[in-house]
């Protein structure tokens, strides 16, 4: 997927393959995949992630509608130069 992709999160399995219907059914870019969430050792209780490209504000009314939870993926800046340092100490007083 590219350009920046938000995910819905659902405790139900029906409400994440609506939701990802929808989207595909609209031309958007989805998928569906079990979410492991910290500390979670019961493969039953991990909630359903839908990731797709359509706008935050589609994704966000259908997670509404469905009773889940949006989550915007953190898109990083690219790492920039650091600024260029003095070679020679600073003085403090003059000779």
């Not at 920046?4 to 569906?32: H, K, N, Q």
């Not at 839908?50 to 690219?78: F, I, K, N, R, S």
Request: without cysteine; charged residues 35%; glycine residues 8%.
């Amino acid at each position: 997927m590219s350009g920046p992709t938000g995910r819905g999160i659902f405790f139900d399995e029906d409400d994440a393959r609506a939701v990802a219907a929808r989207l595909a059914a609209e031309g958007y870019t989805v998928d569906v995949a079990r979410e492991r969430l910290a500390g979670e050792d019961d493969d039953e209780d991990h909630p359903w992630a839908v990731v797709t490209d359509a706008p935050g504000v589609v994704l966000e009314l259908l997670v509404d509608e469905h009773d889940g939870w949006y989550d915007v993926e953190e898109q990083t800046a690219p790492p920039t130069a650091p600024p260029d340092l003095p070679t020679a100490p600073r003085r403090l007083k003059r000779e």
